[in-house]
């Protein structure tokens, strides 16, 4: 539709139905409106008479639902605005891929692009027309259960991901294979302290800016053409009714023209935030402050009206966001066809398709990290395997977001590993869990029974688990969290594998038999004990629906893994937050000051990590040389060639990720003691070498000043070039100004 049409069609709007526009709510309303008024409908105690005015839907999942919603609909309307449908599809929506912080892992941006494109094109064809993806909050702490939804703990990385992501997801808006993009927490909800969910994020101005704002506004230089606001305060005053960051950062600043949305039930809960005394003043706050659509809640539906009328609020603000969500239908050819890509018949054709099947299987091989490895993989076939414990022929792979695959699409990895190896035995062991309260509390509130099946006899498991390690040349254990462990609202204090598992383990253990261990998680976990006690280690997340597949790939060596962290994973618990680039301190834990108490440590714990960032395994064995600079010296109209030459010193092929770090030695600010400013991906036959190169720019070497602008300084900088965060392959150079 041209402007001018929509333009005539939005002042055709009452003030009721252009608030109406600002409202989401789940299908539940739109299937209750002539009926019976209990359920949703009192349970969010929205006027009646508004429903049929609201403009977009949140959750609805399938072409067949999509189009009887969205036909009696416009039948009903007087308008005839198509209805926005809008759900969260993280990690794929049938073909469900490796949850995004295990993606973060592979460090190929091209690859997650690829995921996000066969997302857009499953979601498209069943009627999406909007993702709540990606989800770009930096995350430093273990603890948030959130973390398994974003990349990594870098700001580079995590610029990275965005614009693969939202450019993957919204291509060139074709209606049959692209959906648009809503990014979010905006901003800084990974901050949460203590790693609680939902909690108070207290950062600094120049750290928010510099460390947790990039991505999101990657996000938003890649086009994306939505924002959702985050649930947790930025200097005390909660993001859905903080100008200062919807108003003068996102708009102002970064010039973002799209729609707004709050997170579920935001609105309403800036009342427990204590900045509202009621629905009618968090409205109020919301909408100035620059929130267009109310998700999942009456405040917007029951008072703006009311607050024009009683002149407490400027309509304007109602149209311009109004208008806003009307040019967002316009975009994505809603107005010439309300249906878009939804077809029956292309959900047959397209939906798990073999070719997004791969995809899959590639992203899982590419996502699973080796952490240890003394040679026993990979596994020869003849090899006679114990599989043992609850994640070795589990289908709950796919982890807490996925709530649209199918299961029995998954590839378990007893599934996988059978297609190597017909000597397998395998058993559960134990249960996942010795308290349920976790997965009984979030069934009650699906609606869904507790599922009996995850509960087992567990001394005759452990009987049989152990008679089949007896009976075997290798034991593959497949252990981890439960899929209900991590994701929203699932903040944990204790990140050990959960106690029946290790019990397993360690019987286990005293058979003295090779352990493979697998880990299914999604957030780092505490694995000292699981590092002494096995052979190898494959940090495998919750992988999708090719997890056996790809899992089995790497354990037999058909794939050399190559992934590497994009999180810490910490030595206790204790030491969360915790993250690679840190500032050093006034009395840094150096090797020069071993013995000496009085330095930034712990007297019961490393400093360090158990595994860094950028750390992962690989089967081939590589070798750098010094890093060698082109020039010592760097003015503002040059730049530097760092290179460094990389040899492959074993008899696989295989690829490695090269890490280049700068640090800006003195400055008017304290600096990270290293911060990740590009990537090399290069594949290397047997003892092949290769040159690798980066190009140093001033544009690296900006940070917000001790006067805040954005800029570098003149001064001593050391680069960095090696396998992860600790190297110390080093050299250094001079910005001269
Ligand atoms: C989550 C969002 C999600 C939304 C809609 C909220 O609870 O925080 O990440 O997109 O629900 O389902
Ligand atoms: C401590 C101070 C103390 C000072 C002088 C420092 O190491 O941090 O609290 O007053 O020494 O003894």
């Not at 253990?509 to 493979?516: A, C, F, G, N």
Request: a neutral charge; charged letters at 25%.
């Amino acid at each position: 539709m041209k402007k001018d049409k929509l333009l005539e069609l939005f002042n055709s709007l009452t003030l009721e139905e252009k608030i109406g526009q600002l409202v989401q709510l789940n299908p539940d309303f739109l299937n209750e409106s002539d009926t019976v008024h209990t359920g949703p409908i009192s349970s969010i105690g929205i006027k009646e008479e508004m429903i049929p005015y609201t403009g977009s839907i949140l959750n609805s999942v399938n072409a067949k639902q999509i189009k009887t919603i969205q036909k009696e609909y416009i039948e009903k309307s007087r308008h005839k605005i198509p209805l926005l449908f809008m759900a969260d599809i993280i990690n794929g929506y049938k073909t469900v891929f490796p949850i995004p912080l295990a993606l973060g892992c592979s460090y190929d941006f091209k690859l997650v692009k690829e995921t996000a494109q066969i997302s857009a094109k499953e979601a498209a064809v069943s009627g999406i027309h909007v993702t709540f993806s990606p989800m770009v909050d930096m995350v430093h702490d273990a603890r948030w259960g959130r973390v398994m939804e974003s990349y990594s703990e870098d700001v580079y990385l995590n610029n990275q991901y965005a614009e693969a992501m939202v450019t993957g997801y919204q291509g060139t808006n074709d209606p049959h294979n692209n959906i648009a993009s809503c990014v979010k927490h905006f901003a800084g909800y990974g901050g949460a302290q203590s790693g609680r969910d939902y909690n108070t994020v207290e950062l600094s101005k120049r750290t928010l800016l510099e460390e947790y704002l990039p991505a999101y506004h990657s996000a938003i230089k890649a086009g994306c053409k939505m924002v959702m606001t985050s649930f947790n305060t930025i200097d005390r005053i909660p993001v859905t009714a903080n100008k200062w960051l919807l108003r003068n950062i996102l708009r102002n600043e970064w010039n973002f023209k799209g729609v707004t949305i709050s997170d579920h039930s935001a609105i309403k809960e800036l009342i427990n935030h204590g900045i509202a005394r009621d629905e009618k003043e968090a409205a109020q706050k919301a909408l100035e402050a620059g929130c267009d659509i109310d998700m999942m809640t009456a405040c917007y539906a029951n008072n703006l009206s009311r607050l024009v009328k009683e002149k407490k609020l400027d309509i304007s603000y109602i149209n311009d966001a109004a208008f806003r969500v009307l040019e967002l239908k316009n975009d994505l050819g809603l107005f010439e066809n309300p249906y878009r890509g939804a077809d029956e018949d292309d959900e047959k054709k397209y939906i798990l398709a073999p070719e997004f099947r791969s995809k899959a299987r590639e992203a899982v091989e590419k996502s699973c990290v080796l952490l240890e490895n003394n040679g026993i993989l990979p596994l020869n076939s003849n090899k006679k395997i114990a599989l043992i414990g609850p994640y070795g022929n589990s289908k709950e792979l796919c982890g807490m977001w996925s709530f649209t695959v199918d299961k029995d699409n998954v590839i378990t990895v007893k599934e996988g590993i059978e297609k190597y190896s017909n000597n397998v035995q395998y058993c559960t062991g134990s249960q996942i869990l010795d308290d349920y309260q976790v997965v009984k509390e979030l069934n009650s509130l699906f609606g869904q029974e507790f599922k009996n099946q995850e509960l087992v006899d567990e001394s005759l498991e452990l009987k049989c688990a152990k008679e089949y390690a007896k009976d075997a040349d290798v034991v593959i254990m497949a252990l981890g969290e439960h899929s209900y462990q991590s994701g929203e609202a699932a903040s944990r204090t204790d990140l050990s594998i959960p106690k029946p598992q290790m019990n397993l383990f360690k019987e286990i253990v005293k058979l003295k038999k090779p352990i493979v261990s697998l880990i299914f998680s999604g957030r780092p976990l505490i694995l000292n004990e699981i590092k002494k006690y096995s052979d190898a280690v494959l940090q495998c997340w919750f992988p999708g629906i090719e997890g056996g597949n790809g899992i089995a790939n790497i354990l037999y060596g058909k794939v050399n893994p190559s992934a590497r962290l994009s999180i810490s994973f910490p030595y206790h618990v204790g030491q969360c937050p915790i993250s690679y680039n840190f500032l050093n301190t006034g009395r840094p834990n150096t090797k020069e000051n071993i013995g000496n108490r009085f330095v930034s440590k712990y007297i019961d714990a490393p400093n360090l990590p158990l595994y860094g960032f950028g750390y992962g395994l690989s089967y081939s064995q590589f070798e750098y040389s010094k890093v060698s600079l082109s020039s010592k010296k760097m003015s503002m109209d040059t730049v530097i060639e760092a290179s460094v030459i990389v040899e492959n010193k074993s008899e696989y092929e295989g690829v490695e990720t090269v890490q280049m770090y700068i640090n800006d030695v003195v400055s008017s600010v304290s600096r990270p003691v290293k911060e990740l400013k590009g990537i090399k991906k290069i594949t290397l036959k047997p003892y092949e070498k290769k040159k690798v190169d980066f190009i140093i720019t001033n544009e690296m070497l900006k940070f917000y000043r001790c006067d805040m602008k954005y800029d570098s300084e003149a001064g001593k900088f050391i680069v960095y070039i090696g396998h992860d965060s600790l190297t110390n392959n080093e050299e250094c150079f001079e910005l001269i100004k």
